[in-house]
């Protein structure tokens, strides 16, 4: 069965710092990965998704994230962190043989201070 | 992207009473929709799969006499909470996909439930 983890419950960063989010999968054949952000009391923002071809996934509001299968990995990262990005990240995988069922993570939550 | 509208956003019931919450696609047409639960600080849990013209599939452990879901068009799929208790209080989330394209998931802005 597939899953996901997020090993850290909370990531905290100084605004303007590099900040990463970490995910690690575990599915059979290729997987789909993706990344979602939640701010508080609202629904899931899509922010990336990798399926197939460049390791390296740009998103939306700068965010990046980097598969590395052999590390079955799919973190996430933006160069410069923002006040703003200060929400609750999640990471879910859907394997390719499936429906639209997707597994997600526990979540972490990012703090970024001024 | 695309747009999906849930309705409503807060809700406060009485232990007993049933609650629907609504989940729309706004501007496209959605096949499949999927209703999420999420306690405080912990994951969404999906709790089942919503198809256009056919019966719900409802993940191992949800009630489907606890939680009806009815999707009787390709933009309108809704969740009701029967004979609410306080332990069905919780941030249900619902999805929508948008064409064929794989993962191409837009999600509610979430409805609280909060029974008394």
């Known amino acids: 069965a597939q899953s996901v983890a997020q090993p850290e419950d909370q990531v905290n960063v100084a605004e303007g710092n590099p900040l990463t989010v970490k995910c690690t999968y575990s599915?059979?054949?290729?997987?789909?990965l993706f990344w979602y952000v939640q701010y508080p009391n609202r629904g899931l923002q899509f922010l990336l998704k990798?399926?197939?071809?460049?390791?390296l996934v740009k998103g939306s509001y700068g965010f990046e994230a980097e598969f590395n299968k052999s590390q079955t990995s799919f973190h996430l990262k933006k160069p410069s962190a923002l006040v703003s990005d200060s929400a609750l990240y999640f990471c879910?995988?859907?394997?390719?043989?499936?429906?639209?069922?997707?597994?997600f993570g526990t979540g972490t939550r990012l703090q970024v201070f001024p | 992207g695309a747009v999906v509208s849930q309705h409503p956003s807060w809700v406060i019931c009485k232990s007993g009473t049933s609650v629907k919450i609504e989940c729309r696609s706004l501007?496209?047409?959605?096949?499949?929709m999927f209703w999420y639960r999420q306690f405080p600080k912990q994951s969404l849990m999906l709790m089942a799969t919503?198809?256009?013209?056919?019966?719900?599939?409802?993940e191992q452990g949800v009630e489907k006499d606890k939680f009806l879901i009815n999707h009787a068009s390709l933009t309108l799929s809704t969740l009701t909470v029967t004979s609410a208790h306080p332990e069905d209080s919780s941030f249900y989330i619902c999805?929508?996909?948008?064409?064929?394209?794989?993962?191409?998931?837009?999600f509610g802005e979430g409805s609280r439930l909060t029974v008394l």
């Open positions: 999805s929508a996909r948008q064409g064929a394209n794989a993962g191409e998931l837009f």
């Open positions: 599915v059979s054949g290729n997987p789909y």
């Open positions: 990798y399926i197939t071809g460049d390791n």
């Open positions: 879910a995988v859907r394997a390719p043989y499936n429906t639209d069922k997707l597994i």
């Open positions: 501007d496209f047409q959605a096949t499949t």
């Open positions: 919503s198809n256009e013209g056919s019966k719900a599939t409802y």
